[in-house]
């Protein structure tokens, strides 16, 4: 997975263009309302691409770092959105270690990112970043392309997953809340099974 084959689909597709836009976010959001709202909620999104759930979060008032491996995505959501003491931006590939210095947070989101990583090391690496930036009694939603979904998404080969294995990845530090088998209909109309998969962490606050 590189940021020029990613750069190049934001470069020349406008957002209801891309397989993945999501016009709707309230799938996601209903798994946030589960969270209990805290005065200052940071959220980590790892792949943020241009997507309509961050202007929600905004609206939500939470501290966002918003991380994706393509600057052209970063770049027009910068334009969109414009700048506040509220994000951090990040361009990094989460197959690699995270930044030292990268915050902890309250709330991890991942909407169709950890799927694309195929070599057992990457995902590995994924799932330790997770662990080193949620703190504990922290949440983890993960919605990747289930186990029935398309075998492909832009172009690439996917990882798809059960619940099972998104379980047993995330170790023992995380309890299932919630999971849910969803159809999305991409723009195009196509049917995408994914699967919700909704963790808390254990541990002191």
Not at 12 to 29: F, H, V
Not at 69 to 93: F, M, P, T, V
Not at 101 to 110: E, F, G, K, R, S
Not at 135 to 150: D, H, K, Q, W
């Amino acid at each position: 997975m590189t940021n020029q084959h990613w750069d190049a689909i934001f470069s020349t597709k406008a957002d209801p263009e891309l397989g993945w836009y999501e016009s709707d976010t309230s799938q996601t959001l209903k798994f946030l309302d589960l969270i209990p709202q805290n005065e200052r909620t940071s959220v980590f999104l790892p792949g943020a691409g241009t997507s309509l759930l961050v202007d929600e979060l905004l609206a939500r008032e939470y501290e966002l770092i918003l991380n994706d491996i393509s600057d052209e995505a970063l770049n027009r959501l910068k334009r969109r959105i414009g700048n506040s003491e509220r994000l951090q931006w990040l361009h990094h590939d989460m197959s690699k270690p995270l930044p030292d210095d990268t915050p902890q947070v309250d709330v991890w989101i991942d909407r169709a990112v950890l799927h694309f990583l195929l070599e057992e090391a990457d995902i590995q690496n994924y799932f330790d970043n997770l662990r080193s930036s949620v703190r504990p009694r922290g949440y983890v939603l993960l919605a990747e392309f289930s186990t029935i979904g398309a075998p492909k998404c832009a172009g690439l080969e996917l990882h798809r997953y059960s619940v099972e294995e998104i379980t047993e990845r995330m170790g023992k530090d995380f309890e299932l809340i919630k999971y849910e088998d969803y159809t999305f209909i991409n723009p195009l109309g196509d049917p995408r099974p994914y699967i919700y998969a909704f963790y808390q962490r254990n541990g002191q606050p």
